[in-house]
């Protein structure tokens, strides 16, 4: 419209550019941070602009680690993360679409009873089952384990919603073509409705892998064992309560390296994430 | 709710739920059932003897000014949070919702954010508020503020709204700017014809078409600021000085690694999973939609 | 080549509602039998029941000679065009049209020559490759045609196949597929709402209404001699005018001959406008309310003096006391102009008062 035109956009432009740098600061002072000598940060001296140290701090930080007590390179804590997120991500859509296929395509005996069960899980995130989840995995002797990193954070019914709701827009009549094409449920599944379901699949893939590489309090629970730390969970174990100990350049290095992979993600597959995002939450 | 083409299968649809519900009821249904008979025990502190006391634990719980006061915190948090942060992704999300150049580039450099994750925030945050090094906390002291959130309880919670609130920008930025577009604009058009200006446009037409995607995301943000600030919490005050940022969720695991009370912290989790089904249950009436987890 | 054979074919729902109230029908080797009907009547049931995609709960379905009620789709060698096509969006033209042969495990050669032959038959040869999406509508539907094609079943089944189509296209392509259709000679059965489509493509018509079949034939015999008044409006257009014969100015010019009949139907085509009364015809008073002039024809939409009381009963069927005349394009009356509109004798279609029951005078 007209009055779009002008100084309002102006105004427009620069409200959303300040809006950028609040939400980039903090980012911006971590990367500056992990450039620098860390005396110099210790004493509060720190600049605002890159310092020297880029390859030695990077360099450390994802080899050796700190100098400190927990002595793990981040760079085995990212792998760590890694396979917790590949695994909650596949492991997740790969039972849920399943058993949304078989919900949607089939009429057995406590079918809805089962959907129930499924769909009952949406409501309680893992906080709030901690203690007594971290008891069954003991028990199971899954702790310092990928499975019993990931396992617990499988069981959800987010996806297995999703699917749901794609499978019933699939018309009818593809199934039918299917069933006069020679195709049992197995081969429908396989031929037809796994393509067809391959945007949602990535859809969702990005957000749950974001998800699982951000996963905090139960990694820290059940992670004893120092070499199957997390990168969320070995940052916070580097900020020692004596500031004086803390190495900030490389805490720092490590915040950017956590960073980096679900947010590359982001920005690259912004439009799967977007998706993901919204039909996650339909 | 179901196809009218069906396959015919006996065995099969059980073969592919097993899967799901095998973990749905290891490591959901059971730990949920568990943490509800525990919050009815109480344990000796040998662990030797356990017996059943009915509702001792929660009565003794909500006798607890402690717990009584987490809970004022954690709604007062949640509502700080969600408040700020919806208030300041709108303004931003009806500025780039206008035909600007670059919007596209607006909207990625706003949505990043979504991907740090909590324990990130708060090392990032710390570090900027430090009372001995930060870089803000250089000008805050330069302006006379006796700046020291590890010491200032009110401090310490207003560093953990502000960094909370900083991360869910980019969410609330992207629900609103998708609420902004399905929005047809026709409807601004003849608001327009109709003499509205655009404050007036914005109050009278905007913001009533935006309720529900409001709403929405006011639930949203609440049971995020239950559960994603632990993270949060946990790198910049560990619920310090004091208890000053102990939330509900922060309590059950801070209570629980002391290793002390079984019952109590079980009793904590029963109220806390009430309060979610609650949340949710508003969520599904008013909206029909439902959180992700 | 088969033929098929309906046995009081019956289907009721879990829930007791009767779709298909038994019926009866037979279709021979080679022949285009069309189903039509208007919605909800049944039609597209009985179809998905010979294509084994409902079940049947009564009576037989008999393909060549074979009881098929309790064999699988794909075993019942029949192919069947879908009226959204049901193209499997991921898979290239070439392999939506593959996929049932490989299914049935034919060796690649001989499916790549079936499929190439039908392409070129269907003009669909520099597509092969295209996915579903790059197609227009009719291409789409040539896709889906050609996917029954390369199976050379003993039946074809089509369910409404061209109602997704734009008018001009339906007509190209209801020509294309009885010429198909004549060729390979492969016994049809097709559904559609649509009764011209219905009339211009059928060796046998089948029209149902209400789970039940109402007749069945050629479609002239059909539209020459139809057995009800729910048929005698449903097939032509404009619809047959039914007119009760109890006013005292009808009753009198039928005289005895019309008997136990109490309702007449005359179509449009079969009145003139004259001040003659026929022998034993019909002639009516009419005042002209509206006038459609379409080139080459022209209709008369007129109002009785005397009201008809007999209620609408069935779709297509005009308001009680309206008439429609079909005259030659040359001529046409002015609105509010006072006509007089007679049918002879034979043009008369007899009807008894429930219109269940046609009456050969």
Redesign the interface.
Known sequence: MVEDEGIRRYVAHFILWIGIAIVAFPVYIAIIASTQDNALIANGQMSLLPGGHFFEVYYQTIFVGTSGSTREPVGNMMLNSLVMALAIAIGKIAISIISAYAIVYFRFPFRMSIFWIIFITLMLPVEVRIYPTYKIVADLHMLDSYAGLSLPLIASATATLLFRQFFMTVPDELLEASRIDGAGPLRFFWDTLLPLSRTNMAALFVILFILGWNQYLWPLLITTRDDMQTIQVGIRKMITTTDALTEWPIVMATAVLAMLPPVFVVVAMQKLFVRGLVETEK | MQKQAIFQSKLLPYALVAPQLAIVLIFFYWPALQAVIQSFLLQDAFGLSTSFVWFDNYVELFKDPAYFAAIVRTFFFSFAIAVSSLSFALLLAVMADKPLRGSMLYRTLLIWPYAVAPPVVGVLWIFMLHPSLGVISRYLRAAGIDWNPLLDGNQAAGLIILAAAWKQISYNFLFFLAGLQAIPKSVFEAAAIDGARPMRRFWTVTFPLLSPTIFFLLVVNIVYAFFDTFGIIDTMTRGGPGTSTVTLVYKVYSDGLLGGNLGSSAAQSVILMIMVIVLTGVQFRFVERKVTY | MANVTLRNVRKTYTGGFEAIKGVNVDVADGQFCVLVGPSGCGKSTLL?MV???ETVTGGEIDIGGRVVNQI????RD???V?????L????SVYNNMA??LR??GMAEAEIKTRVEEAARVLELSAMLERKPRQLSGGQRQRVAMG?AIVRQPKVFLFDEPLSNLDAKLRIAMRVEIRKLQRRLNTTSIYVTHDQLEAMTLADVLVVMNGGQVEQVGNPLAIYEKPATTFVASFIGAPPMNLMSTRPEEIKSQLGGAAGEAGIVGIRPEDFAITDQTPAGGVALPLTVEAIERVGAETFVYGSREQEDQRVAATPGELPPGEVIVRIPGTEAPAIGQKIRVAAVRAKLHLFSGDGRKRIEA
């Open positions: 998905r294509a084994g995609l699988e789709p794909a075993d029949i192919a069947m879908f009226q959204n096509y049901a499997y969006p991921h898979m996929y049932g299914n049935r996917r």
